[in-house]
């Protein structure tokens, strides 16, 4: 996934939303991996804070296949992702 922030990093006051369709399958970390059952397109919001910086924010919802620590069976897990960073060109 790549976007283009010329606009928004050389702009001032300029606002951006985008929404990109999340491309990966799975989730891997040290307990394993994790397939991905169901994602929301990742929805972002780009805006110009001064010459060359930008203000990003963003989120969107995952639901794993996990298994219950309990009793072994599987448990779908929803995760909301956030984001939030300033950014320099």
Do not use: W
């Not at 910086?53 to 919802?61: L, R, Y």
């Amino acid at each position: 996934m790549l976007i283009n922030l010329s606009d928004v990093l050389t702009s001032e006051g300029k606002v951006q939303k985008t929404s990109v369709p999340l491309e990966m399958t799975s989730f891997k970390s040290r307990l394993g991996s994790f397939k991905i059952l169901e994602k929301s397109p990742a929805a972002f919001i780009f805006s110009n804070v001064e010459a060359n910086k930008a203000h990003i924010e963003g989120c969107v919802e995952l639901k794993f296949d996990t298994k219950c620590d309990r009793c072994l069976d599987y448990a779908p897990t929803v995760l909301t992702l956030q984001f939030d960073r300033l950014v320099t060109s």
